[in-house]
């Protein structure tokens, strides 16, 4: 690391953001395996881009497919994903783009983490809350089957911990606003 320099490149976060009219920010979702965040991830893009705005979503299992194929869901695993989506989003965020992320991200200090990263000014972080037995209502992966028969370890919810946010800048609750609900509320706190 000692031989590692950093470089001052001509054009700045703020440049780009003028370019695009907009700031470059990172909207954490968070919360159970279908709480719906992807649902409301895409949803949210779709509105941004019809405003014009410079969007790009990181979805967990997107990430896991690629980036971070070569890691498991231990705990140690599970916060090496986080740190690595967070370091790319901060990338992003600085190249003027509103990054969404979709992720269970289950931990309270990888969260936290990703926000230090990105900076607070710049970070939105989205609970999606979302019970627990309405999450295995919906289950779309039949993770949650795989996991009560016990084919599935590490399993957020049930074998795994979630730490519910404490303090999220935003609450959805899926169990009783629409989509559309939630992206109006999102949009308001994102756009001024």
């Not at 690629?66 to 705990?75: I, P």
């Not at 140690?76 to 992003?92: F, G, K, P, Q, W």
């Not at 931990?107 to 607070?120: D, K, T, W």
């Not at 599935?152 to 629409?178: A, F, K, R």
Request: net charge negative; aromatic share 6%; hydrophobic share 35%.
């Amino acid at each position: 690391m000692k031989n590692l320099h950093t470089h001052t490149f001509n054009i700045s976060c703020q440049d780009r953001e003028r370019l695009n009219g907009h700031q470059g920010l990172v909207i954490w979702f968070t919360g159970l395996s279908g709480s719906g965040k992807s649902t409301l991830a895409n949803a949210l893009e779709i509105a941004l881009f019809e405003r014009g705005k410079h969007t790009f979503i990181l979805d967990g299992d997107h990430v896991r497919q690629g980036l971070n194929r070569d890691l498991g869901f231990s705990e140690t695993d599970r916060t090496e994903n986080i740190r690595r989506i967070a370091e790319v989003s901060c990338l992003m965020a600085d190249a003027g783009l509103i990054v969404i992320t979709a992720l269970i991200s289950p931990f309270r200090r990888e969260r936290e983490m990703a926000r230090q990263l990105v900076s607070n000014e710049r970070f939105c972080e989205v609970y999606v809350d979302t019970p627990l037995a309405l999450c295995e209502t919906r289950d779309p992966k039949g993770l949650y089957k795989k996991a009560r028969s016990g084919q599935l370890p590490n399993m957020t919810g049930i074998s795994s911990p979630y730490e519910i946010p404490e303090n999220p800048d935003i609450v959805v609750h899926t169990e009783y606003q629409s989509v559309e609900e939630g992206v109006q509320m999102l949009l308001k706190r994102i756009i001024q």
